[in-house]
């Protein structure tokens, strides 16, 4: 990874605090919150807003695993968990909330940068996914509104299928608007244009 990150470390060991400011900076990187409680990391990240968190999971207020979901509400950031022992329960429990990585105490300068890159990159992974979801979902609500416009179409000028999507799109080009905006109008109009039951 070539680029520097701004980064949140957050534990209540003040030499680990210490290890992660000098090793961060040794790797190029600058640590631009310093916490040692949960609570302070939240605030501190609201107001500073690093690209990557380190932080112990387990922590004296609030545990890291609250750290992560209350952050990634406001503004999403690649999060790595580190623990003084192997819990599976926690890896399991760190997995279904999106931590990119989680590393055991003792850990060492060489164990940070391919665990901040492998954060990075499936942070980024999972909000690409997650944004192809979304236009995807988006995509097919568009088609099912102007499927209802080209029936509407079909129905009151008596054109078939192929024609009355046509019409649609001259519409859009004519009125310089999107399909989705057009068919939503012929929609808007053929409702008040309805008699009343």
Do not use: W
Not at 18 to 30: N, P, R, T
Not at 51 to 65: A, E, N, Q, S, V
Not at 166 to 186: E, F, G, P, W, Y
Request: charged share 30%; with cysteine; hydrophobic share 45%.
């Amino acid at each position: 990874m070539n680029r520097s990150l701004k980064i949140a470390i957050a534990d209540d060991d003040a030499d680990m605090r210490e290890f992660y400011s000098q090793a961060l900076d040794v790797l190029g990187h600058d640590v631009i919150v310093t916490a040692k409680s949960g609570r302070e990391l939240i605030d501190q990240c609201h107001l500073r807003r690093p690209d990557l968190i380190i932080t112990d999971i387990k922590m004296p207020d609030i545990d890291g695993l609250e750290v992560a979901r209350q952050i990634g509400q406001e503004s999403p950031v690649p999060i790595i968990f580190v623990s003084g022992f192997h819990d599976p329960e926690l890896i399991a429990e760190a997995e279904a909330n999106h931590i990119q990585a989680y590393l055991i105490k003792p850990i060492k300068t060489a164990d940070l940068e391919p665990a901040i890159a492998l954060a990075v990159a499936r942070f980024q992974q999972f909000h690409a996914l997650r944004d192809e979801a979304a236009d995807l979902r988006q995509a097919l609500a568009d088609r099912k509104i102007i499927e209802r416009a080209k029936g509407i179409m079909m129905r009151q000028a008596k054109l078939d299928e192929h024609d009355a999507f046509r019409r649609l799109q001259k519409l859009a080009r004519d009125t310089n608007r999107k399909l989705i905006d057009v068919a939503q109008m012929v929609i808007t109009a053929e409702a008040a244009l309805r008699p009343n039951d």
